[in-house]
């Protein structure tokens, strides 16, 4: 299942400039997700983010997997209208740089649920390589 950015926005209350998806390009609601985000020069954060060496902060490459997760989650028809809320972010680890230009591959799996909590491990990649990884809990609310 694809979504557009339009369908994206159906599910998640995020807008610009904090929606970081452009698109999924995979789902199986619930369970697993795959979609990206196109850095251009033009991201908001870039400019103070050096500005001399502009990089995307980690923190964002973490809430681009969230929100991807999120998507993943409340797609399915007892979370619709819902909000999913962070409760917890274990073993983040960043690799390397994302810069403008980078095309950041996202993928979530989730991993446990139990009620309204669960866990996503999720990655991004870079042109094949691991940029960050993270498991990221969640809280339906």
Known sequence: MELDIKQIMDI???RQPFLLIDKVTDMEPGKSIKGYKN???NEPF???HFPNEPVMPGVLQI???AQLGAVC???LDDNKGKTAYFAGIKEAKFKQKVVPG???ELSCEIIKTKGPVGV???EA???GKLACKAEISFMIG
């Open 12 to 14: 998640i209350p995020h």
């Open 39 to 41: 850095l251009s020069y």
């Open 46 to 48: 870039f400019a103070g």
């Open 63 to 65: 809430e681009a997997l």
């Open 73 to 75: 989650v409340l797609s």
């Open 102 to 104: 980078d095309r950041l």
């Open 120 to 122: 996503g491990a999720c």
């Open 125 to 127: 990649h870079v042109n």
